[in-house]
T-cell receptor, first 116, second 114 residues
Framework: ETGVTQTPRHLVMGMTNKKSLKCEQHLGHNAMYWYKQSAKKPLELMFVYNFKEQTENNSVPSRFSPECPNSSHLFLHLHTLQPEDSALYLC???????????????FGEGSRLTVL | AQKITQTQPGMFVQEKEAVTLDCTYDTSDQSYGLFWYKQPSSGEMIFLIYQGSYDEQNATEGRYSLNFQKARKSANLVISASQLGDSAMYFCAIHGAGSYQLTFGKGTKLSVIP
């Protein structure tokens, strides 16, 4: 069982829908991340949260709205998406937001989003 | 700014053989870390191995070893005795000192043939 759990694993939505992706980590980490993985492109960092505070927004369009109510939970609220937003959205966590030593990111299995 | 280049979109290897996955990087940081992750079809990114820029010895983790050539800015992953379960996407990544952002390459799809 992974220490980082993402739901739903698959989501299909229309461009006018509003949906949310959820991430929960059971590792006691303080930093959480959203990454986007599109076909044939490198993983792209979207948001970083440290102790519930957003510390990085990597020029992400406002139709993606993150929420971090506590250090264990991270949401990505989706509204008015475009077909090009279809991708695998990966959540990750680390003990601190600064990658020291091995700097290993612990990833969830991702939520595969399809926008019609 | 940092950049990772993985020039092999796909690789095939016979079961029980060794395989090398290429990774070159570009960074202006004096101190940095290099990572390899494995992504099976399930989607989860699995950490494999880490090499710090000041580590003098190449990192090893079981069947995985990292061939670190600092002057050439390369960090190739070597998988020995390939297994069918090694079939997956493999990503090389880099972070700068004190940074929380990992920069990933486009990945290499490895297929292990029985």
């Amino acid at each position: 069982e992974t220490g980082v759990t993402q739901t739903p694993r698959h989501l299909v939505m229309g461009m006018t829908n509003k949906k949310s992706l959820k991430c929960e980590q059971h590792l006691g980490h303080n930093a959480m991340y959203w990454y986007k993985q599109s076909a044939k492109k490198p993983l792209e960092l979207m948001f970083v949260y440290n102790f519930k505070e957003q510390t990085e927004n990597n020029s992400v369009p406002s139709r993606f709205s993150p929420e971090c109510p506590n250090s264990s939970h991270l949401f990505l609220h989706l509204h008015t998406l475009q077909p090009e937003d279809s991708a695998l959205y990966l959540c990750a966590s680390t003990p601190t937001p600064r990658l020291e030593n091995t700097g290993e990111l612990f990833f969830g299995e991702g939520s595969r989003l399809t926008v019609l | 700014a940092q950049k990772i280049t993985q020039t092999q979109p796909g690789m095939f290897v016979q079961e029980k053989e060794a395989v090398t996955l290429d990774c070159t990087y570009d960074t202006s940081d004096q101190s940095y870390g290099l990572f390899w992750y494995k992504q099976p079809s399930s989607g989860e990114m699995i950490f494999l191995i880490y090499q710090g820029s000041y580590d003098e010895q190449n990192a090893t983790e079981g069947r995985y070893s990292l061939n670190f050539q600092k002057a050439r800015k390369s960090a190739n992953l070597v998988i020995s005795a390939s297994q069918l379960g090694d079939s997956a996407m493999y990503f090389c990544a880099i972070h700068g000192a004190g940074s929380y952002q990992l920069t990933f390459g486009k990945g290499t799809k490895l297929s292990v043939i029985p």
